[in-house]
Nanobody, 127 residues
């Protein structure tokens, strides 16, 4: 089970850190990802992190502003979001690919690659 938290209301230019805590299984060998879905829009990829955290991938829209990280000892993945914009407002979901054989997140921009999903956490950005 994946539990996302940390969402809330923030002003444009502000920061938030989302957490995704896993329970019931270890995610140390999972590729982990964050996706988001804004009202009336399709779910879109945000970021993904490899087992070791060394081979990650970001959507162009968040590069340089968002940082994905993980603490395998805590079975938790994080998404640090800086310089938030109104267009970042969405429900953010974390997801796990438990069947990856490569320690790289470069090919994990598609939702279908993930087999575990958490419930979302809402991020609201005021202008």
């Amino acid at each position: 089970q994946l539990q996302a938290s940390g969402g809330g209301l923030v002003q444009a230019g502000g920061s938030l850190t989302l957490s995704c805590a896993a329970s019931g299984r270890t995610i140390s060998r999972d590729i982990m990802g964050w996706f988001r879905q804004a009202p009336r829009k399709e779910r879109e990829f945000v970021a993904a992190i490899s087992w070791s955290g060394a081979n990650n991938r970001y959507a162009d829209s968040v590069k340089g502003r968002f940082t994905i990280s993980r603490d395998n000892a805590k079975n938790t993945v994080y998404l640090q979001m800086n310089s938030l914009k109104p267009e970042d407002a969405a429900v953010y979901y974390c997801a796990a690919d438990s069947d990856s054989y490569v320690n790289s997140a470069y090919s994990h921009g598609d939702a279908w690659k993930y087999d575990y999903w958490g419930q979302g956490t809402l991020v609201t950005v005021s202008s």
